[in-house]
């Protein structure tokens, strides 16, 4: 993803404690490496995250983390949902302190509330044809 986004012309920060020297051969000599997540989210103008799910990692995108980012930055979730804290993504988009969220599945304004509506400000993952295709 790293390599893709220089590819795209954008500049790079990335934060992994415990990235291989295999894997990390593989990383442009460009992509900037931060001290700490911290760093990465108050950096970022748009925010990937890329780790497995695991204890240490579920709800790794927190009401606090996401309190440090710019309010026109724009969080991208591919990985497992319970990484991020939905309803922390909700409170910021609705108070105008994360500029948009991508993710394969919808926030709901409230996990408490099974008629709650998704958030308007969310947007599905654009789908390639070939993507699809069986």
Known sequence: MANAALGL???VVGFDPGISVEHAWHLSAEV???GSMEEVFRRADILTVH???IPATRGLVSTQRLALMKETAVL???ARAEIVDTDAVVAALDEGMLGGYVSTSPPRRSTSTPSASPCPTWAPPPRRPSATAP
């Open 9 to 11: 012309g954008l500049n």
């Open 51 to 53: 780790v497995p799910l």
């Open 32 to 34: 900037e490496r931060a």
């Open 76 to 78: 991208l979730n591919f």
